[in-house]
């Protein structure tokens, strides 16, 4: 059951300013990773001097393959006119003005987020054999309406002129009333990643749907018949004209189904992003070890990318190396912004939690693929980067 808080909202972030919150920000993210792991490098920016700005504008530039690649809702055989649609869309409502701000702080030295998340809502209809939401949830619920949400919003990812907020949870689509507050205040500025088993309706933004295998692996993760229906769910909203991207999480239960994946949604959805499954505690049975099988598997993605169908798969080459081994100790994590359920900001990431006796996750064995496609594709980073 949803429970709605009633009390007034109030969270310490609303009155600090745009430059106060990033610098808090980034140094509670910051300071709980050090904290936690011997082998965390917190990548410092350099500040650039004038002719290391036309060098390292050259390197961006090198990698805008890889940023054209993450743009939203790009069509499966995209055209010229395919990217420019979504160049043209993503340049819409000052988003572009709003990069270059980052973009600009960031060449200054100064480390700001570009990127948020939010669990919108403290229930699921499912219960995923390796799902890291259970691990840390508050038994007690206290959910945000949807105008204290749009509070947090105006107070938080507004503020911070974010260009992208995943709203997720447990389940976003439980908390519709929610959603389109995301989507009215944060037009084409939303990804929402769902479990897929309820109808998609029109936002401003884009669906993730969650898939973890095929038909029968998939409902071992997920339960049983959920498969047909998410897919039906999925083919109901492409057909009326809706654009969707597949998200799968790779672990030891699934990782051999990958490729049939691959072949059995390249028609269906737009684009796939692929993870790894990020334990939580030592010697986690789901977690695919680094080694052979991983790799053998990165290798048939990238196959398939290479010989079948090179727009299907998000995430870049450099991204796929990247997850073949520990990149954790220098992840990004204060490029993105997580909130949780009641609008306070988590630590040490999306999967983490604000409350400081949570479970952490294991960076050192982490295949999410924001944090590792923010390290690998947003600049070449380890020239950008020193520390
Ligand atoms: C927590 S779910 C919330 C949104 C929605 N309920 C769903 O299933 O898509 C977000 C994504 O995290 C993935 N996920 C869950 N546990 C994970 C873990 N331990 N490591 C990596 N990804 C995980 C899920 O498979 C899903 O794609
Ligand atoms: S549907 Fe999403 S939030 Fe719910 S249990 Fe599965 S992965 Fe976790
Ligand atoms: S995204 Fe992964 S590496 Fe980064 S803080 Fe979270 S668990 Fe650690």
Known sequence: MTLLSPEPLQREYFDWSEEEFAQKFVEKISGGRLKQSDTYVDLKIKK????????????????????????????????????????????????????MHWYGKMREGTKTPLFGSADIVNVCNLKCVHCYWWTNREATAGELTPEQWRTVI???????????????????????DVIKVFSDELKNRISVVTNGMFPMMDINGFYFVSIDGTEETHNRIRGPNTYARIKKNVQEFVGSGGSVAINMTL??????????????????????????????????????????ERNKTIDSIMEFSRTENKHFVINSKEQFELMRGNWGYKCPNWMILPLDYKGNIKTPCCMGSASENALQPHCDKCGLAPYSGLLASMFPIEKAMTN
């Open 48 to 99: 650039t001097s004038s002719l290391q700005k036309v060098k390292t504008t050259y390197q961006d530039l090198t990698n805008l393959p890889n940023l054209v690649k993450m743009l939203p809702a790009l069509a499966k055989d995209p055209t010229p006119a395919d990217y420019l649609r979504s160049l043209n869309n993503f340049l819409r409502d000052n988003r572009a003005g709003d990069l």
């Open 154 to 176: 105006q107070n938080s990812f507004k503020k911070m002129k974010i260009a992208n907020v995943t709203v997720v949870g447990g389940e976003p689509m439980l908390r519709k």
């Open 251 to 292: 672990n030891t239960l699934n990782y051999k189904t990958i490729v049939d994946v691959l072949h059995e949604w390249d028609d269906i959805a737009g684009r796939i992003s692929i993870q790894f499954h990020t334990p939580f505690i030592d010697n986690d049975p789901l977690w695919l070890p680094f080694g052979d």
